[in-house]
């Protein structure tokens, strides 16, 4: 079992800045890709940013590029998500997820909820206009 637990999240204005990050606990291995999903009200949780554990490959949904920036640190079991240019269609609960790598090779970073077997609570961020 591995244990997420999100922070960071809070109320921001247009244009503003915010850090989320994920600790994980338990059983932590080296081969877990690690993501970062939200759901707004009324809409289908969806993809944000992912990145791979061993090699820091990285990708992210076209609607955050040039503003998120997501990063790991592998000897504190964490990742963070640096978000700038918030908008208030970024207004959402925001979680992140772990999903171990099956054997795909080290740049492995999914971006379907299916992949993903452990999640954390979620974190609500609300960007103001």
């Known amino acids: 079992q591995v244990q997420l637990v999100e922070s960071g999240g809070g109320l921001v204005q247009a244009g503003g800045s915010l850090r989320l990050s994920c600790a994980a606990s338990?059983?932590?291995?080296?081969?877990?890709?690690m993501g970062w999903f939200r759901q707004a009200p009324g809409k289908e949780r969806e993809f944000v940013a992912a990145?791979?554990?061993?090699?820091?490959?990285?990708d992210y949904a076209d609607s955050v590029k040039g503003r998120f920036t997501l990063s790991r640190d592998n000897f504190k079991n964490t990742v963070h998500l640096q978000m700038n240019s918030l908008k208030p269609e970024d207004t959402a609960v925001y979680y992140c997820?772990?999903?171990?790598?099956?054997?795909?090779?080290?740049?492995?970073?999914?971006?379907?909820?299916?992949?993903?077997?452990?999640w954390g609570q979620g974190t609500q961020v609300t960007v103001s206009p």
């Open positions: 997820a772990a999903a171990e790598n099956p054997g795909y090779g080290s740049r492995w970073a999914p971006t379907s909820l299916q992949e993903y077997d452990y």
């Open positions: 338990g059983r932590t291995y080296s081969n877990y890709a």
């Open positions: 990145i791979s554990w061993s090699v820091g490959f990285i």
